[in-house]
């Protein structure tokens, strides 16, 4: 970002006056407004100095709990400041990188066609100049859909160096595509990949903030990167001590040849939109009968889908006849098999109250107050008595999704709050069912088991409200 922007931003945020601001960095008042309005630019050997003086009344001003929320807005990609110091270095940081680009576009560099990269080592550059460098991005192309493609560990295992600090923000609501490589075979090596992070609680948080896309990787190569599609390439490795390093390449050339190298690297795609998923199922309706045949295990439910709705009872969706006739017999096969079921206390209520019912990759159903009482008996009724002896009641704050876990797969669907969005994941790993309940044990999530008298009791006060 031009610096000029980056300075008027912080000093709105900080609250100090420009001539304040003007003395910190040794220049008059006229000289400050001179540079700000692009009429005058600092002499290269004053950048030392402005950004270190710029930096030090800033933080001065800035600092405090939780500041990063305020950056926020400028630095989508940030982390929480826990001192004055690590914020003081950060904007410094921020600030000769963006009077290096200026100096650059004033001389006619071009690091866009440069065939050399930029480098950076020790554990706080690395991760200040990850968030700097991908945030100038996002804050120069407002209007652009953004594509990521990531080996990083976001799912199993730890992320290198301090990288794990950083978050997210997407103020402007940015349409992002993030695309993530997954190597099932190193994480099933590992024992406790749900103890270390709950695959499926990641992907909920990161679904908030990019369209999320998972690709299958064999690659055993340790060598993290995240590239930005037209923009950069950020390749993360380690000095031979041990030192983490970040090299950033913004050669457009070779950036093209790398998104072809990730095209004939990367393996199946294992994400799937609506509209994509409602597609495979019209070549292969068998797709989802394959489903109940892999050895269903568990089903967590965490949004209201309705599994007893006839194919009649459907036609408020808009699906064609066959759709909804394989949906329902593919529901139906689900509450009949002998697998556990898990349902969220949320999603039961938000039925209870809104009447909304999801039939995934098909629509909505809005059931009117005196036939809600009746399709939570029916779903009592038709559960296998198997199932109903498995079931429990779970209380957490995933929402909108569901997991399917078989033998040797699992599937996770997701959809937003007005059924626009739906999205299916499949993990290729085996027994996961295993891992997710052992992990909502240990963080003592509440399970509470099925009983008959349980259940007629909550029927019976759903019923006194519509009464």
């Known amino acids: 970002m031009k610096t000029a922007f980056l300075i008027e931003e912080l000093i709105s945020i900080a609250g100090i006056t420009k001539k304040d601001f003007a003395a910190s960095v040794l220049l008059s008042p006229s ?6 309005s692009g009429q005058q630019a600092l002499d290269l050997r004053a950048h030392k100095r402005f950004s270190s003086g710029a930096a030090q009344i800033l933080t001065a001003a800035i600092f405090e709990p939780n500041c990063h929320l305020r950056l926020s807005g400028l630095f989508p990609f940030i982390y929480e400041f826990t001192s004055r110091n690590d914020l003081q270095i950060f904007l410094d940081c921020a600030i000769s990188y963006a009077l290096d680009d200026d100096f650059a576009a004033d001389y006619g560099i071009y690091p866009d066609y440069q065939e050399k990269e930029s480098f950076y080592y020790k554990q706080r550059q690395v991760l200040n100049m990850s968030c700097i460098i991908l945030s100038d991005f996002l804050q120069q192309g407002q209007d652009e859909a953004f594509e990521f493609y990531s080996t990083m560990p976001l799912l199993f295992g730890e992320l290198p160096y301090s990288l794990k600090r950083v978050l997210f923000n997407n103020p402007r609501q940015q349409k992002i595509y993030w695309h993530q490589s997954l190597n099932f075979e190193r994480a099933a090596l590992a024992d406790d990949y749900v103890q ?3 695959p499926f609680g990641k992907i909920h948080q990161l679904e908030q903030s990019f369209d999320l896309y998972f690709w299958e990787s064999n690659s055993s190569d340790k060598q993290h990167y995240i590239l930005l599609k037209n923009h950069c390439l950020l390749v993360y490795s380690a000095l031979p001590d041990a030192a983490p390093t970040l090299k950033l390449i913004r050669n457009k050339n070779y950036l093209l040849r790398f998104l072809q190298f990730i095209d004939k690297s990367w393996g199946r795609k294992l994400s799937f939109n609506g509209e994509e998923a409602r597609q495979l199922l019209d070549q292969d309706p068998a797709l989802l009968t394959g489903l109940l045949d892999r ?3 568990a089903v967590y439910n965490f949004v209201p889908v309705n599994y007893v709705l006839t194919a009649d009872e459907m036609a408020e969706t808009g699906a064609s006849p066959e759709e909804r006739e394989r949906m329902q ?3 139906h096969g689900l509450i009949k098999s002998d697998a556990d079921f898990y349902y969220s206390s949320s999603a039961v209520s938000e039925f209870s109250r809104s009447g909304k019912a999801i039939v995934p990759l098909t629509g909505l159903v809005s059931i009117p ?3 809600r009482v009746e399709l939570l008996q029916r779903l009592e009724n038709e559960v296998s008595p198997e199932m109903r002896r498995h079931s429990r009641l779970i209380y957490t704050s995933m929402s909108n999704a569901a997991i399917l876990c078989c033998q040797d797969m699992s599937l996770l669907y997701m959809i937003n709050q007005d059924g626009s ?29 099925y009983s008959k008298s349980r259940w007629q009791a909550y029927l019976d006060e759903v019923s006194s409200r519509f009464s």
Do not use: W
């Open 31 to 36: 000289g400050l407004s001179r540079f700000l």
């Open 329 to 331: 017999s593919f529901l």
């Open 295 to 297: 050895g269903l295990q």
């Open 196 to 198: 270390v992070n709950n």
């Open 421 to 449: 969005s739906e999205k299916v994941h499949l993990f290729l790993m085996k027994n996961i069912a295993d891992y997710l309940e052992e992990d909502y044990r240990r963080k003592q999530f509440r399970l509470v088991d």
């Open 369 to 371: 107050e005196e036939k």
